[in-house]
T-cell receptor, first 115, second 115 residues
Framework: GENVEQHPSTLSVQEGDSAVIKCTYS??????FPWYKQELGKGPQLIID?????GEKKDQRIAVTLNKTAKHFSLHITETQPEDSAVYFC??????????????FGTGTRLTVIP | DAGVIQSPRHEVTEMGQEVTLRCKPI?????LFWYRQTMMRGLELLIY????????DSGMPEDRFSAKMPNASFSTLKIQPSEPRDSAVYFC?????????????FGAGTRLSVL
């Protein structure tokens, strides 16, 4: 099955700086890569996603890049703010329309933005 | 929509007791997932259903765990008998399989403590 690795496990940045979280996956059939943010006491919530036919996607201060050849994808947060502090999970999915609809999650990155 | 609703939010029980966790998925969603989250193992998929039918239960740790989905709007995860190592946060998530994406919406979780 799919194996998703995520680094770093913890990340501290000064407010206003950028944060980058990286993930690799093992199965070249994976074609959908979401990122989830989990705040304290809450469930993970989708913040951005990318499909394998796209190399980069941006949404305000958040961007995700995908390198299919190298099988890795990254989350970039610019101009970080204290409210960005949370645990971030990457995930990979193999062809949702093929019937297998489960996500394979990375181990999470605890991001702390220092005011 | 109210989102995925889980109950109870917190459960404290003694070793050997039966524990039942409940989940109401988002109306119209045809996939339902149960996850377990611990510091050591991260976010683990336990089981998922499609149209109320269990599709993959390979993540269920052992026979003490069972899950049911009697209808499209309700699912339970039961642990009997419970053990201290079952202490974790259990999440339920749901998604719509007719979408090209595999966006899973998570509930707020049930924090289980087995003493």
């Amino acid at each position: 099955g799919e194996n998703v690795e995520q680094h770093p496990s913890t990340l501290s940045v000064q407010e206003g700086d950028s944060a980058v979280i990286k993930c690799t996956y093992s199965d070249s059939a994976s074609n959908y890569f979401p990122w989830y943010k989990q705040e304290l006491g809450k469930g993970p919530q989708l913040i951005i996603d990318i499909r394998s036919n796209v190399g980069e996607k941006k949404d305000q201060r958040i961007a995700v890049t995908l390198n299919k050849t190298a099988k890795h994808f990254s989350l970039h947060i610019t101009e970080t703010q204290p409210e960005d502090s949370a645990v971030y999970f990457c995930a990979a999915s193999i062809n949702p329309r093929a019937g297998a609809n489960n996500l394979f999650f990375g181990t999470g990155t605890r991001l702390t933005v220092i005011p | 929509d109210a989102g995925v609703i889980q109950s109870p939010r917190h459960e404290v029980t003694e070793m050997g007791q039966e524990v039942t966790l409940r989940c109401k998925p988002i109306s119209g969603h045809d996939y339902l997932f149960w996850y377990r989250q611990t510091m050591m193992r991260g976010l683990e998929l336990l089981i998922y259903f499609n149209n109320n039918v269990p599709i993959d239960d390979s993540g269920m740790p052992e026979d003490r765990f069972s899950a049911k989905m009697p209808n499209a709007s309700f699912s339970t995860l039961k642990i009997q008998p419970s053990e201290p190592r079952d202490s974790a946060v259990y999440f339920c998530a749901s998604s719509f399989g007719g979408s090209a994406k595999n966006i899973q919406y998570f509930g707020a979780g049930t924090r289980l403590s087995v003493l």
